[in-house]
């Protein structure tokens, strides 16, 4: 910050220098620079209102998985009373038709009587059996969509482990220098310090920050259903206003979008796959109380998430 600041005092006085036209053109690259970081501002907003949906969809499938799960319990209770019902049943007919053989020795008028009650047992016997008979099928059926709920989520996360193993093979020289991968939520996430990536106030990316993002974009296309979120973040330290930058929000924009152009150059990440986004300081890891936790929160997480047509298919 303090180059920053010694550049704005020398641009100042080589204002005083420059020709009227001269003061224009730097105007009105000025407001270039101002009007592509308002449109960078509206893209991570709209961004994370698309993230925000996928997490709100993620929600609503584990709730689906738990309402299953209850409801197969539920059904599986009623299958079993039935059952019971339908044994007294059976026991029941044959205790009757055990009575209509003594009956037969004697009066008419009571052998009809216990003929009748044979004939509604029966009746009765066999609607109970049908009703159990389509409680066991639908039982079967809501077992078998759990079920394939389930393979689907466990087949997602088993590929979500695998794809946090590649990568933090990918760049195992790097952690212990300012670079983590972890699995939280179903998702991938690989944090990268400013530390290995930027100088203090400053989007462009360091030379080894580059030879890290190029690996990670390599590995990243041995997959390319994978969905990538790069989102930077800042400590809640204010930075001194600069031509194309204002406060936090918009260095941490604009450093999400100097990695996003390396994925996709260097590393060779189709652009429709990648979103960027800029976060300022509105989400810390840790309180920005001590120096050591302002660097840890002056960080960008690159988010990588599974496509879930396959599970959306089945719920809807």
């Known amino acids: 910050m303090r180059i920053n600041s010694l550049f704005f005092v020398l641009f100042l006085g080589f204002m005083g220098c420059v020709s009227s036209r001269q003061f224009k ?6 407001s270039s620079l101002q009007r592509m970081s308002d449109s960078l501002l509206a893209l991570s907003a709209n961004q994370s209102g698309e993230l925000g949906n996928l997490r709100v969809s993620h929600t609503q499938l584990s709730d689906e998985v738990a309402g299953l799960r209850l409801d197969t319990s539920e059904t599986g209770s009623q299958f079993r009373r039935l059952q019971h019902a339908f044994q007294e049943a059976s026991n029941q007919n044959v205790m009757l038709e055990e009575n209509y053989k003594k ?4 009066r008419e008028s009571e052998a009809t009587e216990m003929m009748n009650q044979l004939r509604e047992a029966r009746a009765q016997l066999l609607q109970r059996e049908d009703s159990v008979l389509a409680l066991e099928k639908a039982l079967k059926a809501k077992i078998a969509r759990l079920n394939e709920l389930e393979e689907i989520l466990a087949r997602r996360d ?4 695998a794809l946090r193993s590649t990568v933090s093979k990918a760049l195992k020289s790097y952690e212990g220098a300012g ?3 972890q699995l939280r939520n179903g998702k991938v996430y690989v944090s990268l310090s400013e530390k290995l990536l930027f100088a203090s106030g400053s989007t462009s990316v360091a030379e080894n920050g580059k030879k890290a993002l190029t690996q990670l974009g390599q590995a990243l296309n041995a997959d390319t259903t994978l969905q990538i979120l790069v989102e930077g973040h800042t400590d809640d330290v204010p930075m001194k206003p600069a031509p194309n930058l204002q406060d936090n929000w918009d260095l941490s924009v604009l450093r999400a979008t100097s990695i996003v152009r390396i994925l996709v150059k260097e590393g060779g990440v189709n652009r429709s796959r990648i979103t960027a986004s800029g976060k300022g300081e509105f989400s ?3 309180p920005n109380d001590t120096p050591e936790n302002k660097a840890r929160n002056r960080r960008t997480e690159i988010v990588l998430s599974p496509k879930l047509d396959a599970l959306y298919d089945l719920v809807n």
């Open 179 to 181: 670079l983590t991968v």
């Open 158 to 161: 088993r590929e979500m482990q």
């Open 284 to 286: 810390p890891v840790v």
């Open 103 to 106: 009956l037969l020795k004697g």
């Open 25 to 30: 053109e730097l105007e009105s690259q000025k």
